[in-house]
């Protein structure tokens, strides 16, 4: 019957993976840093974070509005920006 490793080799080995896979990746993203590469999704594409802190309790009933209306946040706050730009005269 074969012998069973030690968790102290297991744990040696599975450290020294996560070191070689946290080498790689910053090396991949010291390339990117260099070569002014942005990662990010296509549909992220040429826009800008809009972002702001707000009670709880909004997040909460934002939630609740994007489950009832079957939509996401995003798309809640982009009917409520073209609300206010309409509402002072702004194209959307």
């Known amino acids: 019957m074969a012998k069973k490793p030690s968790l102290t080799e297991a744990l040696n080995s599975a450290g020294k993976t996560a070191e070689q896979s ?4 910053t090396q991949e993203k010291t390339k990117s840093e260099k070569s002014g590469e942005r990662k990010s999704g296509s549909s992220r594409a040429g826009k800008k ?20 209306a079957n939509t996401s946040i995003q798309d809640l706050l982009a009917e409520a920006l073209n609300d206010l730009f309409q509402k002072h005269g702004l194209p959307r």
């Open 22 to 25: 946290a080498k790689s990746a």
């Open 49 to 68: 974070l809009i972002a702001g802190h707000f009670d709880p309790d909004v997040h909460r009933q934002l939630k609740q509005l994007s489950v009832n």
